[in-house]
């Protein structure tokens, strides 16, 4: 079993739908990350968690230290958010999840 | 603006040939790291450093080298012992202490 665990691994939605993608870790961590892939490959951090809830724009990141479970929503998809969504635990070697690849289609 | 550049973008070598890859950065960050990603996988770690002059073996470090002689630069040389070097591959950087990540936009490696 995976030390971090992403669901789903495949998303389509359409535009305007409220999406969640959901990261389980079975690992102490100090932190937990949000990432963003395009298909170019580079990689965006989204958000660094290590307590409560964050937001920014329409992208919200919540995490549950006891249950050891975060999710990041996308309110308003649109499909410029089409990427794979990355989730990583640490503290400084992170360790990654598989990505939820999201399709959001007009 | 700070970041990390990455380079080439994409690079295609001859089996049994070493190649380095690049990776600067300009954000004063102490700590740098190597991931491969292949697919359907999670990026796996390769290398990493905390301090200039040191680093440290990842999860997959067999075939692979590296080198830390100055704080911005942390190259990393796939060698002709890597047995499956074609991947994509990710450099890293944060501020030790501070968790905060910066990641590099990758290259593509091609071996034939």
């Known amino acids: 079993k995976n030390e971090v665990e992403q669901s789903p691994q495949n998303l389509t939605a359409q535009e305007g739908e409220f999406i969640t993608i959901n990261c389980s870790y079975s690992?102490?961590?100090?932190?937990l990350h949000w990432l963003q892939q395009h298909p170019g490959g580079g990689i965006v951090s989204l958000f660094m968690l290590s307590s409560g809830k964050k937001k920014h724009g329409r992208l919200i990141a919540t995490i549950n230290i006891q249950e050891k479970h975060s999710s990041l929503h996308i309110t308003a998809s649109h499909p410029r958010d089409s990427a794979v969504y990355i989730c990583a635990v640490g503290p400084d070697k992170l360790i990654f999840g598989t990505g939820t690849r999201l399709q959001v289609f007009p | 603006d700070g970041g990390i550049t990455q380079s080439p973008k994409y690079l295609f070598r001859k089996e049994g040939q070493n190649v380095t890859l690049s990776c600067e950065q300009n954000?004063?960050?102490?700590?740098m790291y190597w991931y491969r990603q292949d697919p359907g996988q999670g990026l796996r770690l390769i290398y990493y450093s905390q301090i200039v002059n040191d680093f440290q073996k990842g999860d997959i470090a067999e075939g692979y080298s590296v080198s830390r002689e100055k704080k911005e630069s942390f190259p990393l040389t796939v060698t002709s012992a890597q047995k499956n070097p074609t991947a994509f591959y990710l450099c890293?950087?944060?501020?030790?202490?501070?968790?905060?990540?910066?990641f590099g936009s990758g290259t593509r490696l091609t071996v034939v």
């Open positions: 954000l004063n960050h102490d700590a």
């Open positions: 690992v102490g961590i100090s932190a």
């Open positions: 890293a950087s944060s501020k030790t202490g501070f968790y905060g990540y910066t």
